[in-house]
């Protein structure tokens, strides 16, 4: 089953829920028990590390696009 992310607008949080396909696009009740979280738009960083362990991000992205900082050592990675 694929993983989904939501955002509440009440409490205006992001949370995940496991879902069918089917049931992609339902809005859903977040952790704190509102109602009518809508869908989010997921977005996913890809690296390379090389030989001497620096990361490098792929796809023509600038700074680290998993945490937004401007050097992936802040993010560990």
Same mark, same amino acid.
């Given at each position: 089953?694929?993983? $989904?992310? $939501? $955002?509440?607008?009440?409490?205006?949080?992001?949370?995940?829920?496991?879902?069918?396909?089917?049931?992609?696009?339902?809005?859903?009740? +977040?952790?704190?028990?509102?109602?009518?979280?809508?869908?989010?738009?997921?977005?996913?960083?890809?690296?390379?590390?090389?030989?001497?362990? &620096?990361?490098?991000?792929?796809?023509?992205? &600038?700074? +680290?696009?998993? +945490?937004?900082?401007?050097?992936?050592?802040? +993010?560990?990675?």
């Amino acid at each position: 089953m694929p993983l $989904y992310e $939501y $955002y509440c607008k009440t409490c205006q949080s992001k949370f995940e829920l496991l879902r069918p396909m089917s049931r992609a696009d339902e809005e859903a009740s +977040c952790p704190q028990g509102h109602a009518g979280a809508e869908r989010a738009l997921s977005l996913f960083a890809s690296f390379s590390k090389g030989n001497d362990g &620096s990361a490098t991000a792929l796809g023509g992205s &600038s700074g +680290c696009a998993a +945490c937004s900082s401007a050097s992936c050592v802040t +993010c560990g990675l």
